[in-house]
């Protein structure tokens, strides 16, 4: 397998991952916490232990990479966003949409790069903002609709989506050695709590 199918393949994974994000409609936070914490185990433990983790890693990867942190991640967001589930659901969106698309795109077609970090591109931020807020919003709206959350307007759901897709985007382009699990979701969750707070 080449390297760059190997990419492509984390990537469409890293994004299907994601659907889970559609259970919040029926759980609560601890039940979903108690998921999170599985994906954890499953994660750190039982992919190390069979070798499938292996396929996933990108060269020199260290042990605690991207897929280990991805469920930590999710983790952090259900537990700080434990009252308003729909956040933390539409951060999970921005984090398995935004950043999976931006690295097909930006890997296929970005030529031009930005000016604050040449590995990364237009199209690639781009590509992160037009698909992470259609899909931030759908998650928004169908966590909020489930039989025990709270409903919010569109209004909101659109603001919410918007933010925390935007500032995801740019958590994800700048040149940082924290993993782009860790700040996605940081930011589209710190965005979407101060547009939550207005």
Known sequence: MTAAHSETRRQWIHMLVGAFGLLLHWLNWWQAAILAGMAILNNFVLMPLF??????????????????????????????FRNELHIAAG????????????????????????PWNGQKSWVGTIAFVAFSFPAAFAYIWWTQAGPLHAAVSVGVISSLAAAGSVAGALAESLPVPLDDNVTIGLSSGLAMALIGAL
Do not use: H, T
Not at 56 to 76: D, N, T
């Open 51 to 80: 070798k499938i983790d292996r396929s996933f890693l990108r060269e020199g990867e260290r042990f605690v990479s991207g897929v280990k942190l991805y469920p930590m991640v999710v983790l952090a967001l259900v537990v700080v």
């Open 91 to 114: 951060c999970w969106a921005i984090l398995a949409v935004g950043d999976s698309v931006s690295n097909l795109f930006g890997r296929r077609y970005g030529k031009a790069k930005l």
